[in-house]
């Protein structure tokens, strides 16, 4: 399964790239990943039109995106615009970290996983 990942180099900016997450585990007629260990889950929405200015994710988490389109930028000038049923890895605690736009339409809802 493919996700998307924001992550902090070590001259301290921001990239994007797609890793894969295995699934390689049979379960009825399917497959999972491997477990991971998560410590909280959060839920949040914004309004259409909200611009958060340059910062760094508060903790490394996966964002499942629900409704709504939210478009970040990472410190190298990179963006992407994400919307119902993708997910990213947020793994940009450091450095000058991104920002974000919630673009016309739905409200942006997501839940956040914290990964430990």
């Not at 894969?20 to 309004?47: C, N």
Request: charged letters at 20%; glycine letters at 10%.
């Amino acid at each position: 399964m493919r996700v998307h990942n924001l992550y902090c180099d070590a001259d301290g900016q921001s990239h994007f790239r797609d890793i894969d997450i295995d699934l390689t585990e049979p379960w009825l007629g399917g497959f999972l990943s491997k477990p991971q260990s998560v410590s909280a889950m959060l839920f949040r929405q914004l309004p259409p039109g909200v611009t958060l200015d340059w910062h760094n994710a508060p903790r490394r988490q996966y964002v499942i995106y629900l409704d709504g389109r939210l478009k970040t930028t990472a410190s190298d000038g990179q963006s992407r615009t994400l919307g119902p049923g993708d997910v990213m890895l947020v793994e940009d605690t450091t450095g000058k970290g991104h920002k974000v736009e919630t673009l016309e339409g739905a409200p942006f809802r997501a839940i956040f996983v914290a990964v430990t």
